[in-house]
């Protein structure tokens, strides 16, 4: 069983930056493509960033092309998501998944991941 656990989240002025973590444990760090969701508010959950096993293939969503990294660091089992330029849109709950397929840059869905955090809140301020 794998098991994901999120952190870093928190209040930040718009402008701002956060890094939010993810552990992984349970199986083999490199063997999953991992990836970011979010869910604000009233809305369905969004993809925000993925990234293949190796670390060398990332994808992104139009909404934060620019703004955010994802990285992984295998010695440490973790995957990361930088948050540079922070705005009030970006307030969400934040989620890593890890994923049984093969990495894919149209992976975006939901169905595509078969394990998940159970979030971290991240609260920009305007």
């Known amino acids: 069983q794998v098991q994901l656990v999120e952190s870093g989240g928190g209040l930040v002025q718009a402008g701002g930056s956060l890094r939010l973590s993810c552990a992984v444990s349970?199986?083999?760090?490199?063997?999953?493509?991992m990836g970011w969701f979010r869910q604000a508010p009233e809305k369905e959950r969004e993809f925000v960033a993925a990234?293949?096993?190796?670390?060398?293939?990332?994808k992104y969503a139009d909404s934060v092309k620019g703004r955010f990294t994802i990285s992984r660091e295998s010695a440490k089992n973790t995957m990361y998501l930088q948050m540079n330029s922070l705005k009030p849109e970006d307030t969400a709950v934040y989620y890593c998944?890890?994923?049984?397929?093969?990495?894919?840059?149209?992976?975006?869905?939901?169905?595509?991941?078969?394990?998940w955090g159970q979030g971290t809140q991240v609260t920009v301020s305007s």
């Open positions: 998944a890890a994923s049984e397929r093969p990495y894919s840059p149209r992976m975006v869905a939901e169905y595509e991941f078969d394990y």
């Open positions: 349970g199986r083999p760090f490199g063997t999953y493509p």
């Open positions: 990234i293949s096993r190796s670390g060398g293939l990332t």
